[in-house]
């Protein structure tokens, strides 16, 4: 099980750029798949971006295609998400989170599979 601290959340322009860092304790991070989900007020939470233990795969949800990108360091333990080209419609709060399996060939987009979450961070897009 790794431990999850997310950062770089903040209040930005419509059109501008903000990356998040997700900081994972544990010895099992680079054997993980990792996801970004995010959860806007009175919405369900919904999948945002993956990646695979070796960050040679990713997966977007359509809203964030060609505007998000996912990497993770695996020397640095860290997975991030670069957002440009941010909307009004993108504020929410951003988790990341850790698929349990080892070495999966599949990322999943749902948040039933991922077992250990970050507390969150706030990112809000002023239109």
């Known amino acids: 099980q790794v431990t999850l601290v997310e950062s770089g959340g903040g209040l930005v322009q419509a059109g501008g750029s903000l990356r998040l860092s997700c900081s994972a304790s544990g010895r099992t991070f680079s054997m993980n798949n990792m996801g970004w989900f995010r959860q806007a007020p009175g919405k369900e939470r919904e999948f945002v971006a993956g990646?695979?233990?070796?960050?040679?795969?990713?997966r977007y949800a359509d809203s964030v295609k060609g505007r998000f990108t996912i990497s993770r360091d695996n020397t640095k333990n860290t997975v991030y998400l670069q957002m440009n080209s941010l909307k009004p419609d993108d504020t929410a709060v951003y988790y990341c989170?850790?698929?349990?399996?080892?070495?999966?060939?599949?990322?999943?987009?749902?948040?039933?599979?991922?077992?250990?979450w970050g507390q969150g961070t706030q990112v809000t897009v002023s239109s």
């Open positions: 989170a850790a698929d349990p399996s080892y070495y999966s060939s599949f990322i999943y987009d749902t948040s039933a599979r991922f077992k250990s």
């Open positions: 990646i695979n233990w070796s960050g040679g795969s990713t």
